[in-house]
């Protein structure tokens, strides 16, 4: 009765934590959170205005399934002004939110059986939504020595003839790291279409990172609004594809979600058009959180070789605790009131690890660090 | 490099119809749009202000992957109220629309090949979901002088071992006839799940509709807030469904969609909460427009054997004029200006139809009429 593709799907163990996070926090137990990768911040008064004016005006019909039009031509302003790429509105998909948007292109590439090659650890979702999808994802191990690059050299010896895509993720959910240039440059050499989710561009505060579209037309850029704007509930996300898919995608869209929210869209442009002085002010507040947790964690003795770039992640060798990463999430829940989120959740390759996501404030964060000093002595 | 599936979803003819119409409006020519299943108004001012103070108090962020528990909760009240079915809040799920509804549903239960059978014709967009899920749609013909009734007889016929489901649409796009009680029972009987697709239920105007669940409880309900609250723009589904489905489509939600957006869902409860007033002024200005529409077409000689009960659709047969509907809507289009649907959209059974949607002002229905009368003689 259930599909076995339902079945197969595997749950994600950062729902048990916070489940069980707030069931402690209904006995009236404090729990610092720092498993959970959403801005805590609210969404800039600006965007809200926005989206008050749009429902106001009666902006509630639905769109064109590829997007509002106006919402394409501003992506591509945006990427002209930030990359200095010229990105044509017609390659611009608007989408309910960077995950649909990877279903939409999973869908538009994979047949049955075929490959998509990614890194593991890994966003806990990417296999399963290839899964979904049809597909079948191979992955390349990364490793906290080699600074989580992807080793080009392995990456090729999964190279089959059902590789349909490499899919990256810079920076990166779990480890925070940008992809460097030049493994970018090879990827882009292999000449096997690259799928690039960027939905945590803006927010690096090492280095810079860089759009797929810099090193290869033959890539399908996968973003959204969610991360740097703080807009998760608002579901908003994009896709910046070439030509040939552009048709495709948009039938899958017509189907199976007709369009985004129309004054959802309308509010996406003004989140493109904050002032620079606001995004610097987002982006300095995350860096201030994320060297406090660096230098939190360090202090109490774990090694953190390379300072993670971006997002709002540092992702931690926990195996000299425990190297069973669920049991020692929840040990540290149970007995510390810090809820974190275990490596397994990214794949074989981050257990023995934990997430800790500093999305959260400066106050927190430094009551979590100062609940783990006390758990580990 | 396109797969299989993508390449082989049909695009509508009713999308080339509109935007061969907006071409003419860009020439100063006014069409008169009845291809169109959109409500024409606006959404109620009280929704608009929950969501308005649902953004302005920060209710913008991931909500749970079912839904929001109130919103959920309210639903129960409401199918108590109006079906007075009990309705569990842990059987709904709250998702961005109705389409994708239907994929989780069909994702939640068919295997690779398995089969679901539905009505030809049908919504457009049914067969293609199906397949994007990775299953075979069957099709149960049913006829004008049947009073587009399902013969369950006929549809025994088509049930196999792969047969993981029956869907129904009632009130019906496009037909606009509601399900008979006596068909619901019988498919009932069946003992194969039903999958109801209750999206123009509130829109009926002669006799009641009937929610699936009446009949039986082994039915999942997929209905959303686009057509009755004008909401099409908001992206609001959901889906009702029996205890075992819950987790595996809340797990296909998480990895799919994360949530539905999260004031959207603040705003779908005002909508449950619209006063019996409003509603009856919504359903009495589209029934005077359905008797408007439905005598307009008679005396252009068109023989409606039973008016449509719900919905905002009138399905003509169209075969004494031309029995090709896509080349006959092209043709009133360009000659006459009023925009309508080729029944051929709905499947092979719809062929010879045209489908008239009063989605419409009185006044531009009356002026389609006019128009198409001239066309005719």
Redesign the interface.
């Known amino acids: 009765?259930?599909?076995?593709?339902?079945?197969s799907?595997?749950?994600?163990y950062v729902?048990e934590v916070l489940e069980r996070a707030q069931q402690l926090e209904r006995k009236g137990i404090n729990i610092v959170h720092l498993e959970i990768g959403?801005p805590d911040h609210?969404?800039d008064s600006q965007i809200?205005k926005k989206?008050?004016s749009s429902?106001?005006s009666?902006?509630?019909?639905?769109?064109h399934s590829l997007g509002v039009a106006e919402l394409r031509e501003e992506l591509s302003l945006f990427y002209k002004k930030k990359y200095n790429l010229s990105v044509c509105p017609q390659n611009v998909i608007i989408t309910?939110?960077s995950?649909?948007a990877l279903?939409l292109c999973f869908?538009?590439?994979?047949?049955?059986g075929?490959e998509i090659i990614l890194t593991d650890p890994h966003y806990a979702?990417y296999p399963?939504?290839i899964k979904?999808a049809?597909g079948v994802a191979k992955f390349v191990r990364i490793y906290e020595q080699e600074d989580f690059q992807i080793d080009v050299s392995r990456l090729k010896k999964l190279i089959s003839k059902k590789t349909k895509a490499i899919l990256i993720n810079s920076p990166s959910n779990p480890t925070g790291m940008l992809v460097n240039n030049d493994v970018m440059e090879q990827l882009a050499e292999l000449r096997i279409?690259i799928i690039s989710d960027e939905i945590y561009h803006g927010l690096v505060y090492e280095g810079k990172e860089q759009s797929i579209l810099e090193f290869t037309e033959s890539a399908i850029v996968v973003s959204g609004f969610s991360k740097l704007y703080?807009?998760?509930?608002?579901?908003l996300g994009y896709m910046i594809v070439p030509d040939?898919?552009v048709r495709?995608?948009q039938?899958?869209q017509?189907?199976?979600?007709?369009?985004?929210?129309?004054?959802?869209q309308s509010s996406g442009i003004e989140a493109l058009r904050l002032s620079d002085n606001k995004i610097k002010n987002i982006v300095g507040k995350y860096k201030k959180r994320r060297d406090i947790m660096v230098t939190g964690l360090r202090d109490l003795g774990f090694d953190i070789k390379k300072v993670p770039d971006g997002a709002f992640y540092v992702f931690i060798n926990t195996k000299k605790i425990n190297t069973n990463s669920y049991e020692l999430a929840f040990d540290i829940l149970e007995k510390s009131h810090v809820a974190l989120t275990p490596g397994i959740d990214f794949g074989s390759g981050g257990e023995g690890y934990l997430r800790f996501s500093y999305a959260n404030s400066v106050e927190n964060i430094k009551e979590g660090i100062a609940r783990l000093k006390k758990y580990i002595s």
Chains 1, 2 share one sequence.
């Open positions: 009765m259930i599909s076995k593709l339902a079945k799907i595997s749950p994600f729902m959403e609210n969404t809200c989206a008050v429902i106001k009666g902006d509630t019909k639905y769109t309910t939110g995950s649909p279903f869908a538009s590439i994979l047949d049955p075929d979702c399963q939504i979904i049809g279409p703080s807009m998760t509930g608002w579901r040939p898919y495709p995608i039938k899958l017509q189907n199976l979600f007709i369009s985004a929210n129309s004054f959802v």
